[in-house]
């Protein structure tokens, strides 16, 4: 395999780099139902290249340590975007089928009413907070939802006991409640209910962290397990931390986004993640050298940069808070941690959608000496994004490996071996079935559950890789589709297939491809999906797109005549 390989003397390397993990705390508090506690933990636009695991020069010191102790999923992919991704990790049923084809915010006229395109979670599969709380668990969620804006669509309508919920894709990160798009009112609720106001000291992820651990202690005794699905919006734009988290990477990018890409690069292939040949995937057309920059764009953009970096770090401060607080209540080693991030980093450039210029102008102060502050808003941008996960190809929002393979792993201290990766192609899809087997759950299969009819599992269970007792979970028939936007993709196997579709708005920037068209690449020689073999291999690629057909199919994808 030459795609992020994970040598074991890379491994440890690492490791021995990153944070130290403490005792496993004492036993347990509450007694009678064994059964082990889940903390899902979801990071927000993270680049696979962000952790210091991977050599990054940002600090995850936390997050590093339960890497080392727990198993590096090395080929995890999520969806492209956002709310597809949480659709299908709360239900392990493809997004297309229970409501999120298309992200809401940018749902088209001509999907308005379809099945599987209602911008919000809908009743055709059985969500995991539902069947986790049916079966005797206590059920919590801190975070981004994006699954549904009203009080019916929201989280606490979907099974979990208590909640404090962002129920939009992002906001700013502190009190003043900044809207992430002008059309987009920001909407907080707990336990369903419209949060008008927000605490003056707000900052989004110690506050999801803090609430998370109220929530869990607030049962502490009554015998009863949890699930906790603890979302952060955190590094998702607007770029915003406290001014002393920023102060600490003010200096640290001034060489700029080449520098930091060709680093980063050279690091993984030093630690052993990728081969010392690997081809990287070129700049995106709209990216700019850092030399073409001005000296002020440079002192600019470098801030940007180090405002997304204490964002990450925070974020791992405050895992480190919640791991240390399942430590103290005697819970650690009986709880199974899955962190992963919902997409590949955002490269996209928002602020050019409609009304945005008029937006900015009215709600922010984005001089130089103010970005990072609750009234700013700023955003990342293709290069640094390209930074954030090379040598892979894009970025969040197409089907290529930019957007889809994300940092995950599974900590379970009681059960797991630690200190291992596995190279198996698992998927978000996965996620639902693997905690259900933990917890002894049944899922109703394709039948009936509370009175609706749902949707079978398509997932298969990481259990058993976990364990240790299997390296495979995967049938040599298995595969997994893609589409947001008219973006296709299919993969089955090291093989994959790409369609890149006319962009919903301006022009295409992605180097290296002929639009409305098929493209083929072989993960295991070619991770960055920079050569295109389906001259080479036409029977593969048509293999592979009539298995993207009988996906879609299956699915009820919806593509607009004159897309094809």
Not at 61 to 82: E, Q, S, Y
Request: charged share 25%; aromatic share 10%; hydrophobic share 35%.
């Amino acid at each position: 395999m030459r795609h992020l390989r994970f040598a074991p003397a890379a491994f440890l390397a690492v490791s021995l780099l990153s944070g130290c993990g403490g005792d496993g705390g004492s036993a347990p508090v509450s007694e009678g139902d064994a059964r082990p506690n889940i903390l899902l933990i979801v990071v927000d636009d993270l680049g696979l290249n962000d952790l210091s695991h991977f050599g990054s020069e940002i600090g995850t010191p936390n997050i590093d340590a339960l890497v080392r102790d727990g198993v590096m999923l090395a080929d995890f992919n999520a969806g492209p975007t956002c709310s597809p991704t949480r659709a299908m990790l709360v239900t392990g049923v493809d997004s297309h089928v229970v409501g999120l084809g298309w992200m809401a915010e940018v749902l088209p006229d001509f999907l308005k009413g379809r099945p599987g395109y209602e911008g919000y979670l809908n009743q055709r599969a059985a969500a995991l907070p539902e069947l986790m709380a049916d079966a005797g668990y206590n059920t919590y969620m801190t975070g981004k939802w994006h699954l549904g804006n009203t009080e019916e669509t929201s989280p606490f309508a979907r099974g979990f006991d208590r909640t404090f919920s962002l129920a939009n894709g992002g906001a700013g990160a502190f009190q003043n409640q900044l809207w992430l798009l002008p059309h987009d009112p920001i909407v907080y609720r707990e336990n369903g209910k419209r949060v008008e106001v927000l605490p003056d000291d707000f900052y989004s992820t110690r506050f999801y962290t803090e609430k998370m651990i109220e929530f869990i202690d607030s049962d502490l005794g009554d015998g009863k397990p949890f699930l906790a699905f603890l979302s952060y919006t955190s590094p998702h734009w607007p770029l915003q931390a406290p001014a002393e988290s920023i102060a600490k990477y003010e200096d640290t990018y001034l060489d700029g986004y080449d520098a930091l890409k060709s680093r980063r690069l050279q690091r993984l292939k030093d630690l052993g993640f990728y081969e010392q040949d690997i081809d990287a995937f070129p700049r995106m057309l709209k990216g700019r050298p850092w030399v073409e920059l001005t000296e002020e764009e440079q002192r600019y953009e470098s801030k940007k940069m180090a405002i997304y970096a204490a964002m990450v770090d925070d974020l791992d401060a405050y895992i480190g808070v919640i791991v240390d607080h399942l430590k103290s209540i005697g819970e650690y080693e009986n709880t199974l941690i899955f962190l992963m991030s919902d997409n590949g980093p955002e490269g996209n450039n928002i602020l050019m959608g409609p009304g945005m210029d008029e937006y900015l102008e009215a709600c922010c102060d984005n001089r130089y000496e103010n970005i990072g502050n609750p009234d700013s808003y700023v955003i990342y941008g293709p290069d640094w994004a390209q930074a954030g996960n090379v040598p892979l190809r894009t970025y969040k929002a197409h089907t290529s490996q930019g957007a889809l393979l994300v940092p995950a792993f599974a900590h379970f201290p009681k059960n797991y071996p630690g200190g291992r990766t596995s190279d198996e192609f698992l998927t978000v899809k996965d996620v639902v079935p693997t905690i259900l087997e933990v917890a002894k759950v049944k899922h109703p299969g394709g039948g009936m559950y509370r009175g609706r009819e749902v949707a079978e599992l398509e997932g298969r269970s990481m259990h058993p890789l976990l364990l240790g007792r299997q390296d495979s979970i995967r049938e040599p028939t298995d595969y997994m589709g893609w589409e947001i936007f008219g973006r296709r993709a299919i993969r089955k196997g090291d093989w994959k297939a790409i369609y890149v579709a006319q962009p919903l708005f301006g022009e295409n920037d992605v180097p290296l491809v002929k639009l409305q068209t098929w493209q083929l690449y072989n993960l295991a020689d070619d991770p960055g999906e920079v050569n295109d073999l389906s001259a080479q291999h036409p029977g593969k690629l048509n293999e592979l797109v009539a298995l993207w057909d009988e996906y879609a199919e299956r699915n009820n994808i919806y593509i607009r005549e004159g897309a094809e």
